[in-house]
């Protein structure tokens, strides 16, 4: 999250990251080593975010990746190498899982030991509130998909709203709108699990 944090300053790449922008250029230009290491750069973020967004199906968020990054390499020629690269990833990573949430998961969901491995190698803290953990990624399940979208961008990813707006393709009082309805309705559905009898 940070390396995309950095990457999204006033809607340009990050003056430092000089390394980056070279690679987009060379990837441009057809060289496959620089391309590897956009894909390296960006595999784990996008495959924490396909999982959030699929329900933690591990095998539909390792093919969402896969997919991703297919059509980052067709479309490279048509990236500015100096603007919302990380917007740009963030929306090509949404289509596809949109696209594959409506031809329909084909695998069980990823178990919780699993998931939590997965997003543990990704830098995350799992050793606090792994119950609560729990609960919030069920309640992500239940929600409607533009809503399940725009609170795994803005609350899990960190994104702003107008980045949130900005990947959707939608205006920003959508995005607020969305955010509040899942937000009610995972607060109302982790008070349900938390009131039930053990």
């Known amino acids: 999250m940070q390396e995309l944090a950095l990457l999204m300053e006033a809607g340009s790449v990050d003056a430092r990251d000089e390394e980056f ?7 441009k230009a057809g060289d496959r080593a620089a391309f590897e290491a956009i894909l390296i750069r960006y595999q784990r973020q996008v495959l924490v975010t396909a999982l959030r967004l699929l329900n933690r199906n591990l095998e539909d968020a390792k093919d969402a990746a896969q997919q991703v990054f297919l059509r980052l ?5 048509q990236l500015d190498e100096n603007r919302h ?10 289509n596809v899982c949109r696209d594959m949430q409506r031809a329909g998961s084909r695998r069980p969901i ?3 030991e699993e998931g939590e491995g997965l997003v543990a190698a990704a830098g995350e803290d799992l050793t606090e509130r792994n119950e609560q953990r729990r609960m919030i990624y069920a309640a992500l399940a239940t929600l409607p998909e533009r809503e399940r979208t725009a609170v795994v961008l803005r609350d899990l990813e960190g994104l702003t709203t107008s980045e949130v707006a900005r990947i959707m393709e939608c205006a920003e009082v959508t995005v607020r709108s969305q955010i509040s309805n ?5 607060r109302k559905f982790v008070e349900r699990r ?3 009898p053990l």
């Open 21 to 27: 922008v070279r690679f987009v250029k060379q990837a």
């Open 73 to 77: 390499y067709r479309s490279l020629h």
């Open 85 to 94: 690269f990380a917007s740009w990833l963030y929306r090509i990573t949404v």
């Open 110 to 112: 990823l178990s919780l």
């Open 182 to 186: 899942a937000r009610v309705k995972i």
């Open 194 to 196: 938390q009131r039930r």
